[in-house]
C-alpha cells in the first residue's frame, strides 16, 4: 500500500464512536462485528448492546436475552452522570428489535447532538432481508420519521430500502429514485448496499447518493462487485463500521460539504468488505462441509458449515488497514 493510501484507511483525527447494536459471545454480528474494525482503523469505541446471544440467530440454537429500553438508557445515564458522554464524533448503530429501542436511541441521539452539532450519525436500519422482516411492520415508519432526520448517513440494503421509500427496486434508475425519498427524509448520505438488478446472478451494485446540505447539490454513484454465495452473517454490520471508518478518515481531506467523499469511503470499505468475505468463503470451503444449493430452516443446518461462514475479521485484519482489491465507483 502507498503511504497516501494507509492515509485515507487510518484516521488522523481523535474520534469517539458510540456504537448501540446487538452481541453475541461467540462470532461477529452487530458490535462483535464493529468494534474491532473500527478500533484497528484508529477509532476509539464504546459500545451499549442491545442484545446479547450466545451465538447469532441463524444456528440452529441460542440463548441469551433481549435488552428493553430502559437498560440501554440506564447505561447512558451512568456514562451522563460521570461526564463520560461528552467528546462523542460518532454515532453508530444497528439491530434495534423493537419500537422502544429506536425512541431510547432516539433520545440518546439528540442529547449527544446538543453537546456535539457536528455528531455523525451512520443509521444501519436493521429491518430484513431477501424479501422478508425480522423485526415488527411498525418499525419501518419510525426508522423513517424518527431516525432518519437525525442521521447523516443510512445503509439499508435493497429490501430495507424498498420498505423505508415504499417503492420498489428492480433497476438503477429505480435506486437512485429511492435514494433521493430517503434524502428526503433528511439524510445526506445515502448508500443502498447492494441491488441485485438486471438479471444478472453474478453480480450486486451499491448504490450511493450524497447531497449538500446547503447547496442541494447531489453526486450519485455506483460500484459493482462480484456476488458471494454462502450463509454470511454480520456482513452488513461490518460493512457499516468499515464505511463509518473509511468517511471519518475522508472527511478532513476533502473539506466540509465537499461532493466525493462518499464515493471514496465506498470504494475503501467494498475493497475490505469483498477482501474479508472472500476470505470467509475461501476458508469454509477448506474445511470441505458441502454447502447445501438451498437456504435451510433453522434446525436443519450443519453447525459446522455456519460456523465456517463466519466472518474471518482476526486472520484477515490485514485487510483492513491494507486491503489490497480495488474498486472504482461510476457516476450514474
Same mark, same amino acid.
Given at each position: 500500500?502507498? &503511504?497516501?493510501?494507509? #492515509?485515507?484507511?487510518?484516521? #488522523?483525527?481523535? =474520534?469517539?464512536?458510540? #456504537? !448501540?447494536?446487538?452481541?453475541?459471545? +461467540?462470532?461477529?454480528?452487530?458490535? $462483535?462485528?464493529?468494534?474491532?474494525?473500527?478500533?484497528? +482503523?484508529?477509532?476509539?469505541?464504546?459500545?451499549?448492546?442491545?442484545?446479547?446471544?450466545?451465538?447469532?440467530?441463524?444456528?440452529?440454537?441460542? $440463548?441469551?436475552?433481549?435488552?428493553?429500553?430502559?437498560? !440501554?438508557?440506564?447505561?447512558?445515564?451512568?456514562?451522563e452522570a460521570n461526564g463520560l458522554d461528552s467528546g462523542y464524533t460518532h454515532l453508530l448503530t444497528g439491530y434495534m428489535g423493537n419500537s422502544e429501542n429506536i425512541r431510547a436511541v432516539e433520545e440518546i441521539a439528540k442529547k449527544l447532538l446538543v453537546q456535539t452539532p457536528e455528531l455523525f450519525f451512520v443509521l444501519d436500519p436493521v429491518l430484513g432481508d431477501d424479501n422478508a422482516l425480522y423485526v415488527p411492520q411498525e418499525l419501518v415508519a419510525m426508522y423513517r420519521d424518527i431516525l432518519c432526520p437525525l442521521a447523516k448517513l443510512i445503509l439499508p440494503n435493497q429490501f430495507e430500502a424498498e420498505q423505508l421509500t415504499d417503492m420498489k427496486i428492480t433497476s438503477v434508475l429505480d435506486a437512485k429514485r429511492a435514494c433521493d425519498k430517503l434524502h428526503s427524509f433528511g439524510v445526506p448520505n445515502v448508500v443502498i448496499t447492494s441491488i441485485n438488478v438486471d438479471g444478472d446472478s453474478s453480480q450486486l451494485h451499491l448504490i450511493g447518493s450524497e447531497r449538500n446540505e446547503e447547496s442541494g447539490a447531489t453526486h450519485q454513484f455506483s460500484i459493482s462487485f462480484p456476488k458471494l454465495d454462502g450463509y454470511f452473517t454480520g456482513s452488513g454490520d461490518f460493512f457499516a463500521a468499515m464505511m463509518l471508518a473509511r468517511h471519518a478518515s475522508l472527511e478532513p481531506q476533502f473539506g466540509d460539504g465537499r461532493l466525493g467523499v462518499l464515493a471514496r469511503a465506498c470504494e475503501l470499505a467494498t475493497a475490505t468488505q469483498a477482501g474479508i468475505m472472500s476470505?470467509?468463503?475461501?476458508?469454509?470451503?477448506?474445511?470441505?462441509?458441502?454447502? *447445501?444449493?438451498?437456504?435451510?430452516?433453522?434446525? #436443519?443446518? *450443519?453447525?459446522?458449515?455456519? $460456523?465456517?461462514?463466519? %466472518? $474471518?475479521? !482476526? *486472520?484477515?485484519?490485514? %485487510? !483492513?488497514?491494507?486491503? =489490497?482489491?480495488?474498486?472504482? &465507483?461510476?457516476?450514474?
Open positions: 500500500m502507498s &503511504a497516501n493510501l494507509s #492515509s485515507m484507511v487510518t484516521v #488522523s483525527r481523535p =474520534t469517539r464512536v458510540l #456504537s !448501540i447494536q446487538s452481541h453475541v459471545v +461467540s462470532g461477529y454480528v452487530g458490535n $462483535r462485528a464493529a468494534t474491532f474494525p473500527l478500533q484497528l +482503523s484508529g477509532h476509539e469505541v464504546d459500545v451499549i448492546n442491545t442484545v446479547q446471544f450466545s451465538n447469532h440467530t441463524g444456528y440452529n440454537s441460542f $440463548r441469551g436475552e433481549r435488552f428493553p429500553a430502559s437498560h !440501554i438508557l440506564d447505561l447512558f445515564a451512568g456514562l476470505a470467509t468463503r475461501n476458508y469454509q470451503v477448506s474445511t470441505g462441509v458441502p454447502v *447445501p444449493a438451498t437456504n435451510l430452516v433453522r434446525g #436443519s443446518r *450443519p453447525t459446522d458449515m455456519v $460456523r465456517g461462514f463466519e %466472518l $474471518r475479521i !482476526i *486472520p484477515s485484519q490485514h %485487510l !483492513i488497514t491494507n486491503p =489490497t482489491m480495488v474498486f472504482t &465507483a461510476t457516476d450514474i
